[in-house]
């Protein structure tokens, strides 16, 4: 079997295996070695951390963070549609019917942000 | 494309109905949100009619019919799954609501339930009408992602939410199988055109004689990753928790819908491949039928022994949904047959209308349980499961306890009941295939289920009520509407036997298998020229005929 196309991708492991394995050898070699309460600290010339990492977080982050995914998928699908559409000859079917599914595409988002909105997305009390 | 969309109408129309459930679903007035059941029901009657209604361009070169029959049957089903499932969530909520509890529609998630269950039943008509792998593998995951949701959310208790966790995890892995080997198909072929992989492959072998193993494999991984959603042998080991941990609806839910998906899914894939290899020059390739006849075997055998020796009515019906799918895997090992071959030979056609059988029987079983509820030793009520919950269920409440006895009888597939005219189909399809080996584990299984559906239905029928129950005796608060569902589903086990011959008619008519190799025509207007494999495994793009 001819796996010569496969050759590049061989190199690539090859590199990162030696790059990683090389800058790990060669830090432990040169690098000095300093141990003490301030270099084991999270953020070595940062901010003191505080409290625990384990907070729970208010689910309304996640449900925002929902709803902007609804928008960003409705301008990944709009922007191709508004670059096609003018193309199209005015006033014929073909072009009712794109008409047609974009309104229809943005009235299934509408739908998304209303629901969003009874659940009570953006209500912070 | 346009004709594409066409073809769709039953889909939009439920895609429709989802986005006004999920709306009217959190309204804050009470009578709003309860209408949004009927409106779900309402939309899936509708979607049914059209689907009746419109034909449409076929979607599949070679099964023709396949997509409105399907389309049909899960709306059918689909409108007694929903009566089934009325009432169930939100039900705890709305009780607090109702004792002045302020209605807050974070909490609440009957809007959800409805709209997920729609969009489950729209993935399985889009499985149905797929042409492409990648649409194919959108439907599989669009029937599935919302079933992990309706377990998790079936019931306030813990076992709901394990039971959707470890739904969902075993469920990415057998799409993550399938995937590969779509993936795998593609690569082999140049295309993710069902039918031009269909002709390609018809093509590569007219030169060589042998499938292309890089097909081959990835027909095989797809096979085993879509036996997830069919609950077949080796990707089985979800479905009694799974089943268990979700309320009893959701379950009867889980049993039909994925199962139709990945029997449709099944039945697209292997058509690619094509019934017409072996001796006989009507059966799959070796390595893919005997992998399906093992998988078949074993899944009978495995569910029906585990189903023998469990105490919960849920595992034994689930573990008859394993069961079921390995009979059914029977008629995908016996194929279509011949083109024009008579009903009794086309093992597809058997599948079919055994779909349509197991869902209505299945559904039955799963109404009388969805009925009934226990009060634990704690005080809370429960949902009945123990198989002693049954014990004189005929005379304490008649009406249930003849569903039961019905549904468990016509599973195990007596003669004047449904299961029989469902089962026999894919017995002759497998002796007319010459698979007897195959068809006597399918006889020895069925005898095997006799004994726990006879169990079923003795201790139903035969026992008398148990006088000191361990809680506190069973009640009966379930919505009307389940009751009903399973009295629907009792009567067509019966009556629908008498129509059974129409019906085969229709399921006959729905797996005509037109195969035909069109020299050059499909393919030459794609580009794809005939590649060897090795070719196709190296230089994907070269195999397509793009630059």
Known sequence: MDLSSYLPILLLITMAVVFAVANISLTLALGPSRQGPVKGTTYESGMDPFGTARKRFNVRFYLIAMVFLVFDIEIIFLYPWAVAFPNLQAGTTESWVWLGRILFFLLTTVVAYVYGYRKGVFRFD | ?547
């Not at chain 2, 008509?125 to 990648?134: C, H, K, N, P, W």
């Not at chain 2, 072996?278 to 039928?289: F, V, Y």
């Open chain 2, 1 to 547: 494309m346009i004709q594409k969309i066409q073809s769709l109408w039953p889909e939009i129309v439920l895609f429709a109905t989802a986005c006004v459930v999920m709306v009217v679903g959190i309204s804050p007035s009470v009578a709003v949100r309860r209408s949004c059941g009927v409106i779900a029901g309402l939309g899936l009657a509708l979607a049914g009619l059209v689907a009746i209604d419109w034909p449409g361009p076929a979607s599949s070169v070679v099964w023709p019919a396949l997509a409105p029959y399907v389309k049909v049957l899960v709306a059918g089903v689909g409108v007694l799954l929903l009566l089934v499932l009325a009432g169930l969530p939100d039900r705890e909520y709305e009780a607090a609501v109702a004792h002045g509890q302020r209605y807050d529609p974070i909490r609440a998630n009957r809007a959800e339930f409805y709209a997920f269950f729609l969009f489950s039943i729209m993935g399985v008509m889009l499985v149905s009408g797929a042409e492409d792998l990648i649409w194919l593998f959108l439907a599989l995951e669009l029937t599935s992602l919302p079933t992990y949701i309706m377990v998790a959310i079936s019931s306030s208790r813990n076992r709901s939410l394990e039971a959707g966790v470890k739904y969902f995890f075993l469920g990415a892995l057998g799409a993550a199988l399938f995937l590969y080997g779509f993936a795998l198909l593609y690569g082999a072929t140049g295309s993710t055109n069902l039918e031009t992989i269909r002709q390609v492959i018809a093509q590569q072998r007219l030169g060589s004689e042998a499938v292309n193993g890089v097909a081959l494999a990835g027909a095989l991984l797809a096979v085993i990753g879509v036996g997830f959603k069919i609950a077949a042998v080796p990707m089985h080991f979800y479905t009694a928790d799974v089943y268990q941990g979700a309320a009893s609806p959701v379950t009867a839910f889980l049993a039909f819908v994925p199962k139709t998906a990945g029997f449709v899914a099944l039945i697209l894939l292997l058509t690619t491949i094509g019934w017409g290899y072996g001796p006989s020059g009507q059966s799959l390739p070796e390595p893919i039928r005997t992998v399906l006849w093992v998988i078949a075997a074993m899944t009978m055998t495995v569910g029906n022994v585990l189903a023998v020796v469990q105490s919960s009515v849920k595992r034994v019906l689930a573990y008859s949904s394993i069961a079921h799918s390995g009979y059914m895997l029977v008629g995908l090992v016996a194929g279509p047959g011949p083109a024009g071959a008579p009903f009794a030979r086309n093992g597809i056609a058997a599948i079919l209308f055994y779909l349509l059988c197991y869902g209505v029987m299945n559904l039955g079983a799963f109404a009388v349980m969805a009925s009934l509820e226990r009060r634990s030793r704690s005080g809370a009520t429960e949902e009945a499961d123990s198989i002693d919950d049954l014990r004189g269920l005929c005379t304490t409440r008649p009406m249930l306890g003849w569903i039961m006895v019905v549904s468990a009888v016509g599973l195990l597939g007596m003669p004047p009941l449904l299961g029989f005219f469902g089962k026999l189909p894919l017995f002759t399809s497998g002796i007319g295939a010459g698979e007897i080996p195959l068809v006597v584990v399918l006889g020895i299984n069925s005898a095997i289920a006799a004994y726990y559906y006879l169990r079923l239905a003795a201790l139903a029928l035969l026992e008398d009520p148990d006088v000191t129950p361990v809680g506190g005796g069973l009640s009966e608060n379930a919505p009307p509407g389940r009751k009903f569902a399973g009295f629907i589903c009792a009567a067509a086990v019966i009556g629908l036997s008498a129509l059974a011959w129409p019906l085969i008619n229709l399921a006959d008519g729905a797996a005509k298998y037109e195969p035909r190799l069109t020299p050059g025509s499909a393919v030459s207007a794609r580009e794809a020229p005939i590649v060897p494999s090795a070719d196709a495994l190296t230089e994907p793009r070269a195999a397509s005929g793009r630059p």
